[in-house]
């Protein structure tokens, strides 16, 4: 592969997981990244873990961050340019997360909303304040969207809702700068060892879901995605863009998982059918 030494690179949500992962791979190929969160603890582990496999010139710094807010963003993509010497290269939209299984006519409200705005309100800001950044020299801006942007998650929300809007984002984006050589591509993970996926307990029905319908039989882990992040990111993909692919271990093959199983001790089946309580 070409490297990317030298390249600004921001990763949103890098405090754990798959954004660590992101950065770290990054990294490790030369690239100067920022990463930010919420959390700053995290962030400072996250960072320190990832320098320690650094190579080429590259590093990762951090700062703290909510995707939600736009003028955050705006001073988080400044800074990332400024620490690679006035160059920004990758952005990578990691920031995102689900909220409480729920059937949709249960929804609360503001809980749904709250699961937009991270996940797709954020990504949109992150586009908006990193196109002025990357329209003379170009790069690659790549969406995290998920399985679950086109393949149905039963009782899951907002969050399906918000991922395929990513999706669509990612490529309009890579319709309308494709000109600038700006590229706009979105990764689908499926299920990866991550804090998010945690919740799932492990000797559950939702869990051996996943495992029956995904052909590797496995869980995959961030370093899977990752690697596909690096090639996205690099001018190897230079032909690339307005893509949604899958890093899922052939789980989009078959069926997406039902979370109503979490509901069926507080929820009745008529409920979960529709039928108002």
């Known amino acids: 592969m ?3 030494k030298g390249y600004g690179a921001l990763v949103t949500g890098g ?3 798959i954004g660590h992962a992101c950065a770290a791979r990054l990294a490790a190929d030369g690239a ?30 951090w ?3 909510d995707v939600t807010d736009e003028a955050q963003v705006k001073a988080t993509l400044d800074r990332a340019q400024v620490l690679a010497d006035g160059r920004l290269d990758i952005v990578v939209a990691n920031a995102g997360g689900g909220g409480l299984p729920s059937p949709y006519h249960l ?9 937009l705005n991270l996940n797709l309100l954020g990504t949109f800001f992150c586009v908006k304040h990193s196109v002025p ?8 801006f790549i969406g995290m969207s998920s399985i679950a942007g086109h393949l149905t998650h039963i009782m899951f929300g907002a969050y399906p809702v918000a991922k395929a809007g990513i999706e669509q984002m990612m490529r309009n984006a890579a319709d309308e700068y494709g000109s600038r050589r700006i590229r706009f591509n979105a990764i689908r993970p499926g299920f990866i060892a ?20 995904t052909p590797l039989a496995a869980v995959g882990q961030p370093g899977d995605v ?27 093959l078959r069926a997406g998982p039902d979370f109503s199983h979490f509901l069926r001790p507080h929820l009745s089946e008529d409920v979960l059918a529709g039928r108002l309580p």
């Open 107 to 115: 929804q609360d409200t503001e809980e749904f909303l709250r699961v």
């Open 133 to 140: 950044l990357l329209f003379e020299r170009g790069g690659s």
């Open 194 to 213: 991550t804090e998010m996926m945690d919740i799932i307990p492990r000797d559950s029905a939702v869990y051996e879901s996943y495992l029956r319908n």
């Open 32 to 61: 100067r990244v920022l990463i930010c969160g919420r959390t700053e603890a995290k962030l400072v582990d996250s960072a320190a873990a990832a320098n320690k496999t650094a190579a080429h010139g590259g590093r990762v710094e």
């Open 2 to 4: 070409e490297g990317i």
């Open 63 to 65: 700062m703290v961050t």
């Open 15 to 17: 405090g754990t997981g």
């Open 226 to 252: 990752a690697e596909l992040a690096r090639f996205l990111a690099g001018p190897e993909s230079r032909w690339i863009t307005g893509q949604c692919i899958n890093v899922d271990g052939g789980h989009s």
